[in-house]
């Protein structure tokens, strides 16, 4: 179900967002580029990764990666919480993973026509990483997952 404009302008889950970040959650510059529904951008180290944006329906953030991929963080998780407790857990969840990008510790895959594509994290092997996809850290790097540099 898609928000009404007077909704998202009382998005409490966008508005706690932004109260995080301002409060200097990340270790990043970051542009609010819309009130109505929120999105906040962070601009990209690199080409190859892609900015990325942050948007709020009032139900979810939902995080995009670029051009690569995209991930939510849905209240509806946690529908069994007041609804003050399922925001803060969400905002939380959603800053932390900001928090490990910016740090290199996610991986971002795609297989570059915008069909398929992911991310975990860098101490994780993912279960399947398609033949054709790239992978990247936040800083641009390529990732190069240990079983290829001969590691475990």
Avoid: N
């Avoid at 007041?82 to 991986?107: N, R």
């Avoid at 936040?138 to 540099?149: K, L």
């Amino acid at each position: 179900m898609s928000a009404t404009q007077e909704e998202l302008k009382s998005d409490p889950l966008g508005r706690r967002l932004l109260e995080v970040l301002r409060g200097g959650a990340i270790a990043a510059p970051f542009d609010e580029i819309s009130r109505t529904p929120l999105e906040i951008r962070v601009p990209a180290p690199s080409k190859v990764m892609g900015d990325v944006v942050v948007s709020s329906d009032i139900d979810e953030l939902t995080v995009y990666l670029g051009k690569h991929t995209h991930c939510h963080f849905s209240l509806i998780m946690y529908q069994d919480r007041p609804p003050s407790e399922a925001i803060e857990i969400v905002v939380h969840e959603a800053v932390d993973f900001l928090k490990d990008l910016l740090a290199d510790q996610i991986v971002v895959w795609s297989t570059g026509s915008g069909q398929q594509g992911g991310t975990f994290h860098r101490d994780a092997q993912p279960e399947r990483l398609e033949p054709a996809a790239r992978a990247y850290l936040w800083s641009g790097a390529p990732f190069i997952p240990p079983s290829v540099r001969g590691g475990a």
